[in-house]
């Protein structure tokens, strides 16, 4: 593959970093661009370009082809000028496509919540069954990053990415389909039609899709042919599954679900049940999902990746029996959050703290149909712990699962979470009664 214009970045990202790397292997001596709407753009052997003189840049054909991260909107209007201008849009996960997807298995997964737990799963049982594989996307390396170094890709996707994938993959893995990231993709309809662009299409790969999306009308019409669907595990499979996660550090009846998933996946490429067993074995729980750590006798969740209420709804399940402190709100998505406050109480939420912007929501709905439920309602993360130190008596179990994103006080959920957990080590370890921040009275 040969460049013969200057190409522009845009995003700064690891994908962008990897992009650079490529084209300085494929091209040495050619001419690079970066773009970013904020922040730094530390990517070598690039100029910049400020956003502010994109559309001048584009009207001059400065650079022949854009290579797009995940996390810019294809929908903001400067690509559409760039398409008017004959300047083509592309991406790091769409240049390996056309660089080494040929003679590779490869596996697509994606979902609104549990493709990286899927992938992951997929990965260590398909590598425990013998097949050389790996993992990319948003879990594991970029794109570009994996290369030709695996006869078998296991790639979790993200509606960021499935949007404009141009490549097929031999099987398209669906966890399940709830709404979210309507603010990039500007409508909660385009989610869904950019979250199923990765099986929406004519070609001869199989499906595999997850217990929530089996019964999803739009999965179903996306799918167009159910012959492609991957056969069903049979019953021994699957109780043999559901044993080995039983015994695993995998909690909670969605995770269960992924295993499941993953392993449908596996033996349709030729995976071994030992392999399965082992990699369920193997499987050590990601960063920010459902993430436990012990501080005294409290059991502190971090499940910080939790974005949707949906996500919610599965950590509170995971923890029965618990008395449970829950900590929730954020980035506002104008998600309903009535059915989540109508089951806390049965889910053994004692202790509700809610944080900006969509806090306020879920407060209101909870007070009123569970008066019982201690609802406090914080300005922000630091004075929610505070708050919960207060009231450690009232709870075993604190879980931060917020049900939406991170960006009104956070760069990411990573940041979140890690920021949640040094802040219960440092308040809750030797708090009582007698100290820390009262909300209002």
Same mark, same amino acid.
């Given at each position: ?74 929908? *903001? ?6 398409? %008017? ?13 056309? !660089?080494? &997807?040929?003679?590779?298995?490869? @596996? ?50 993200? !509606? ?53 999306? *089996? ?22 499979? %699957? ?22 998933? $993953? ?31 012990? @501080? ?25 029996? &618990? ?61 929610? @712990?505070?708050?919960? $130190?207060?009231? *450690? ?18 760069? %990411? ?12 080590? $440092? &308040?809750?370890?030797?708090?009582? !009664? ?8």
């Amino acid at each position: 593959m040969r460049f013969d214009e200057p190409v522009l970045l845009y995003g700064a990202g690891r994908e962008a970093l990897s992009s650079r790397a490529f084209l300085m292997a494929r091209q040495p001596g050619l001419k690079v661009y970066v773009t970013v709407d904020s922040g730094t753009a530390d990517i070598p052997d690039t100029e910049l370009i400020a956003a502010t003189d994109l559309p001048a840049a584009i009207a001059a054909r400065r650079f022949g082809l854009i290579i797009k991260s995940p996390g810019v909107s294809r929908y *903001k209007p400067i690509f559409e000028a760039a398409r %008017n201008a004959a300047i083509p849009v592309t991406s790091n996960l769409n240049l390996w496509g056309a !660089s080494f &997807r040929h003679d590779r298995t490869v @596996i697509a997964i994606t979902g609104t919540k549990g493709k990286s737990t899927t992938a992951t799963l997929t990965h260590l049982m398909l590598t425990r069954s013998g097949i050389d594989a790996g993992l990319a996307g948003n879990v594991g390396l970029a794109p570009l990053e994996i290369a030709d170094k695996h006869a078998v890709v296991v790639f979790e996707l993200s !509606s960021y990415q499935t949007a404009d994938m141009n490549f097929l993959p031999d099987v398209a893995a669906l966890t399940n389909l709830y709404p979210e990231h309507v603010d990039w993709h500007g409508s909660v309809e385009r989610y869904y039609a950019d979250k199923l662009h990765l099986i929406d299409r004519d070609g001869g790969f199989a499906v595999a899709l997850g217990t929530a999306a *089996k019964g999803n009308a739009l999965v179903a019409r996306a799918v167009r042919d159910h012959r492609r669907l991957l056969p069903e595990l049979d019953a021994a499979t %699957n109780l043999a599954i559901e044993n080995a996660v039983a015994r695993s550090r995998l909690r909670g009846a969605h995770n269960l679900d992924n295993a499941l998933l $993953a392993a449908q996946i596996t033996l349709g490429v030729g995976g071994t049940l030992d392999g399965i067993m082992q990699g369920i074995a193997a499987f050590r729980p990601l960063p920010h999902r459902l993430e436990e750590h012990r @501080i005294g006798d409290l059991t502190i969740v971090n499940d910080s990746i939790s974005t949707t209420p949906e996500a919610t709804k599965a950590a509170l399940a995971a923890y029965p029996g &618990r008395r449970i402190a829950l900590i929730a709100g954020g980035h506002e998505r104008e998600q309903d959050y009535a059915e989540l406050a109508g089951l806390l109480a049965s889910r053994g939420v004692t202790t509700l703290v809610t944080l900006p912007v969509t806090g306020p929501r879920l407060a209101r709905a909870t007070r009123a149909v569970s008066p019982d439920i201690l609802v406090i309602e914080a300005p922000d993360l630091d004075h929610a @712990i505070s708050a919960l $130190a207060v009231q *450690k008596l009232r709870f075993d179990t604190l879980i931060l699962s917020p049900g939406a994103p991170s960006y009104n006080q956070f760069k %990411n959920f990573e940041e979140r979470g890690a920021h949640f957990v040094e802040l219960c080590r $440092a &308040r809750l370890g030797h708090a009582d !009664s007698s100290g820390g921040w009262r909300p209002p009275q």
